[in-house]
């Protein structure tokens, strides 16, 4: 167990509508990143957000959003979804943003139709 | 985009042998990680080599590191059905303030058989 969870655990939503998943990391994990997993590939780099400031960004739109509360939890927003935003979203998170090891959740897998 | 190739994609053994996987990268690294990952659900990290380092070991985990020709292997000995997993690298590249920006490769599908 890292400690890290995640809601739902599974979502299927629609062409064109909204999503928010959540992240809850360990206490004192002040570091968190987001993934996103097509079926059969690695994870891919969404964005990092240390002490609540996004801190980097990989090759995602601005439609991919996101939001870290002080009480060590997170959100990753996604609008006007894709069919290719199908995947499974990872979250992970670290104590410093120099910390190596990334602890991750379990997913939320995301169907869009 | 993935950072490189895995190899082979997929594996598949008897319990007792080795398993070996190989992952190549195409930048310039601060370290590779390994990860595992069951059934398409969260990824549990492995064993961390630095790019100083050329071998590490941690159990029946066994990873070496080539920075002249950026690849990577690791080695699970004596392996067992619970070994059963997706198998990932990922690196975090050197230079910047990248430390959360792992790039993962796209994996080994290991089955040990019974």
């Known amino acids: 167990e890292t400690g890290v969870t995640q809601s739902p655990t599974h979502l299927i939503k629609t062409r064109g509508q909204q999503v928010t998943l959540r992240c809850s990391s360990q206490?004192?994990?002040?570091?968190v990143s987001w993934y996103q997993q097509a079926l059969g590939q690695g994870p891919q780099f969404i964005f990092q957000y240390y002490r609540e400031e996004e801190n980097g960004r990989g090759n995602f739109p601005p439609r991919f959003s996101g939001l870290q509360f002080p009480n060590y939890s997170s959100e990753l927003n996604v609008n006007a979804l894709e069919l290719d935003d199908s995947a499974l979203y990872l979250c992970?998170?670290?104590?410093?943003?120099?910390?190596?090891?990334?602890?991750f959740g379990p997913g939320t897998r995301l169907l869009v139709l | 985009s993935q950072q490189g190739e895995e190899d082979p994609q997929a594996l598949s053994i008897q319990e007792g042998e080795n398993a070996t996987m190989n992952c190549s990268y195409k930048?310039?690294?601060?370290?590779l990680q390994w990860y595992r990952q069951n059934s398409g659900r969260g990824l549990v990290h492995l064993i961390l080599i630095r790019s100083n380092e050329r071998e590490k070991h941690s159990g029946r985990l066994r990873v070496t590191l080539d920075t002249s020709k950026k690849s990577s292997s690791l080695l699970i000995t004596a392996s067992r059905a619970a070994d059963t997993a997706s198998y990932f690298c990922a690196t975090i590249n050197a230079g910047g303030t990248s430390y959360g920006k792992l790039t993962f490769g796209q994996g080994t599908i290991l089955t040990v058989h019974p």
């Open positions: 206490s004192g994990h002040n570091t």
């Open positions: 992970a998170s670290t104590s410093t943003r120099q910390e190596e090891t990334q602890y």
């Open positions: 930048t310039s690294i601060n370290n």
